[in-house]
């Protein structure tokens, strides 16, 4: 199957600073890409879908200025955890779609802990 | 408002034990159902089904629909401890190229 990197893999941050976090599809063009968070034993919530080029569509409930997301090209998706607070410590998952296809290439996701 | 709920939430088996795992969907223009197997990190993939009754196998694993009862089910034969895992299914609501996660079930298979 295709290949999604994400950068870093963990990351540890003092309360009140921004993380970015990026994900990359290595050997396709992700016209969509996905963003999730995992909590401890908790299946994967959908936090937004970025098409590239546009501007990302956001969950219920997902603070579109606390997790910012930038979609610049084909093969590069970036979220950026804004101002971050302890509450925010979780596993974030990336994922992206190639085309019409439903199905999605995971990233080995980023475990954030804010201190 | 659509919904993907998989059961058992958790469950512990011995190795060599065949389980069944059970997710139930309610979404608008059902299209898909996708299965994925969580260990450590990401999902991996397993099956993408979108015809009811036929069966998708990959060696030990085999994935069935039932579009009728709005269901599916993953079967695992004989056990191994590295099907230690969290099994997800997925289905994308209406057009949305989203997904949306059901639950989960925790399999934990013990020697």
């Known amino acids: 199957g295709a290949v999604v990197s994400q950068h870093p893999s963990r990351v540890i941050c003092k309360s009140g600073t921004s993380v970015k976090i990026e994900c990359r599809s290595l050997d396709f063009q992700a016209t969509t890409m996905f963003w999730y968070r995992q909590f401890p034993k908790k299946s994967l919530m959908l936090m937004a879908t970025s098409n590239e080029g546009s501007k990302a569509t956001y969950e219920q409930g997902v603070e579109k200025d606390k997790f910012l997301i930038n979609h610049a090209s084909l093969t590069l998706s970036t979220l950026t955890v804004t101002s971050a607070h302890p509450e925010d410590s979780s596993f974030y998952i990336c994922?992206?779609?190639?085309?019409?296809?439903?199905?999605?290439?995971f990233g080995p996701g980023t475990r954030l802990t804010v201190l | 408002e659509d919904k993907v709920v998989q059961s058992p939430l958790s469950l512990v088996v011995h190795e060599g034990d065949t389980v069944t795992l059970n997710c139930s969907y309610e979404?608008?223009?059902?299209?898909?159902l996708l299965w994925y197997k969580q260990e450590k990190k990401a999902p991996t993939f397993l099956f993408m089904l979108?015809?009811?009754?036929i069966e998708k196998k990959s060696g030990r694993l085999s994935s069935i629909l039932d579009k009728k009862e709005l269901s599916s089910i993953l079967n695992i034969t004989a056990t191994q401890t590295g099907d230690s895992a969290i099994y997800l299914c997925?289905?994308?609501?209406?057009?949305?190229?989203?997904?949306?996660f059901g639950t989960g079930t925790r399999l934990q298979v013990t020697l």
């Open positions: 979404v608008t223009n059902f299209r898909s």
């Open positions: 979108t015809s009811s009754g």
């Open positions: 997925a289905v994308p609501p209406g057009t949305a190229s989203k997904l949306t």
């Open positions: 994922s992206g779609r190639a085309g019409g296809n439903n199905e999605q290439f």
